[in-house]
């Protein structure tokens, strides 16, 4: 049934005050108490796809879309907002714009897709001048000639306070090399490339230093060692290198995420959508020397650092048992645990011998006020 203008905006149901159009208390839900996917469980709810052509909505790290011939277009969006997802006081715009659109290459790869094109929508605070626009925009250029993406459009429009950045990115695959989040089975290997918790550590050392900073503008910031862990915060790599390196090997992971919000978060998601439980290794968990370090510095467990840090951008998936001899001597891919029964829940064996559920914390990007 389609709406009438008046049915659509009616206030009876849709108050942004929380009061009906008679006065009355209407129920008012904090975002918080849903937390990011609960809401977007809740926003997706009725919206069923109804076309042949929309293979996967919502859901994955992209949708996938048939554009005929057995090959597949997958399109994946990101916001990122000044003041929750980056602090322009130790973000220089360039690596910003490089990193607003590695987050979303990174959604493509996971769906072990290539990206193909991006559009970039701004909005712009009267702060900015056209040099800090372009300096953004140096960033963006540079993560397009690198991963081989060609910006073809985007928005433009003026912000009351901030900057917002929001980035979609589309990507191609044949249908049938897709790698969804729903298809680990019990006995597949869980992998994961790269290492982990270093961009968490990253950004704690930048923000102690932009609080030392603010307490003393002469102190000159402390950050010359750690050359590692501040790149992996501001300058993350997406894993296109991985998806190539599997189509070489002929390697079809039977589920792949990307590790935004920490290992415990995106574990979980795949553990949902494939209706399994997994086991985790904590010595298979790849953490980085320099991370170790200062994770001990900051008086921070190191796993608890990988499991529950994000924006590491590496890739999460897991293989049929079979594939292990192929992937075994590949490069910067690491055997992590294995997928169980989901009665065995998602659990973490400890150096120490202990075994620990793995609860999904990660990123709380609605924190209760
Ligand atoms: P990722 O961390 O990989 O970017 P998200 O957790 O942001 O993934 O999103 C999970 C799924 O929910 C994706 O399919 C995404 O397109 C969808 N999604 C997120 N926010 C919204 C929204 N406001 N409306 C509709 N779909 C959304
Ligand atoms: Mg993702």
Redesign the pocket.
């Known amino acids: 049934m389609r709406f009438t203008n008046e049915q659509f905006f009616s206030t009876k149901h849709h108050s942004m005050s929380g009061q009906d159009k008679h006065g009355g208390q209407q129920q008012r839900t904090e975002i918080s108490s849903l937390g990011?996917?609960g809401?977007?469980d809740r926003?997706?709810e009725g919206?069923t796809p109804h076309l042949a052509s929309t293979i996967k909505?919502?859901?994955?790290?992209?949708?996938v879309l048939s554009c005929g011939k057995g090959d597949v277009m997958v399109v994946?969006?990101?916001l990122l907002a000044e003041g929750i997802h980056f602090d322009l006081m130790y973000t220089p715009l360039k690596h910003l714009g490089y990193k607003a659109v590695v987050?979303n290459l990174s959604?493509v790869c996971?769906m072990n897709a290539t990206p193909t094109q991006i559009t970039v929508s701004v909005a712009l605070s009267n702060r900015f001048s056209v040099e800090a626009v372009e300096e953004l925009y140096a960033g963006i250029r540079a993560a397009c000639d690198h991963y081989g993406a060609d910006l073809v459009g985007g928005d433009t429009c003026s912000s009351r306070q901030g900057l917002v950045i929001s980035i979609t990115a589309m990507g191609r695959a044949r249908r049938q090399e897709v790698v969804y989040r729903s298809g680990a089975r019990p006995g597949d290997i869980i992998c994961v490339t790269g290492d982990l918790g270093a961009a968490y550590l990253g950004l704690q050392l930048l923000e102690r230093e932009k609080q030392v900073y603010l307490s003393d503008p002469n102190v000159k910031p402390d950050l010359e060692e750690q050359n590692y862990l501040i790149g992996r915060q501001l300058k993350p790599e997406a894993r296109l290198d991985m998806v190539q390196l599997f189509a070489k090997n002929s390697i079809l992971p039977t589920s792949m995420?990307?590790i935004?919000?920490g290992l415990a978060s995106d574990l979980f998601?795949i553990c949902r959508q494939s209706g399994v439980g997994a086991f985790i290794e904590e010595s298979g968990v790849p953490i980085h020397p320099d991370a170790q370090f200062m994770a001990i510095k900051f008086n921070l467990d190191p796993i608890t650092c990988a499991l529950s840090g994000g924006e590491d951008y590496e890739l999460l998936f897991t293989i049929d048992p079979k594939d292990v001899e192929k992937i075994k001597y590949l490069p910067d891919i690491y055997i992590a645990g294995e997928i169980t029964p989901p009665e065995d829940g998602i659990k973490l064996h400890t150096k120490g011998g202990n075994i620990h559920d793995i609860k999904a914390q990660g990123w709380l990007h609605f924190p209760p006020q």
Not at 57 to 63: E, F, K, L, P, T
């Open positions: 990011e996917f809401l977007i926003l997706a919206f909505g919502i859901g994955d790290d992209a949708a994946t969006t990101d987050v959604d996971a995420i990307d935004s919000d998601h």
